[in-house]
């Protein structure tokens, strides 16, 4: 039996606009688009670090 991947869900609180272009392209890669989206993402180290980066553009539900 597969083991199922936990998830975390990650919204976009704050503008990425005029923010260093580093923390534009995690907000991106973590496939948030706009303001208030909600996207659901694997609980992987790559995304944990992604989302310390962003800590204070971002709410984080789950685990």
């Not at 083991?3 to 990650?10: G, R, Y």
């Not at 907000?27 to 180290?45: A, F, I, Q, S, Y």
């Amino acid at each position: 039996m597969v083991e199922a991947k936990s998830k975390i869900k990650v919204t976009l609180v704050r503008s990425p606009a005029g923010k260093l272009p580093r923390h534009r392209a995690c907000v991106k890669g973590l496939g948030l688009r706009r303001m208030w989206h909600t996207v659901e993402v694997e609980d992987t180290p790559s995304v944990r670090g992604m989302i310390n980066k962003v800590n204070y553009l971002v709410r984080i539900e789950g685990k």
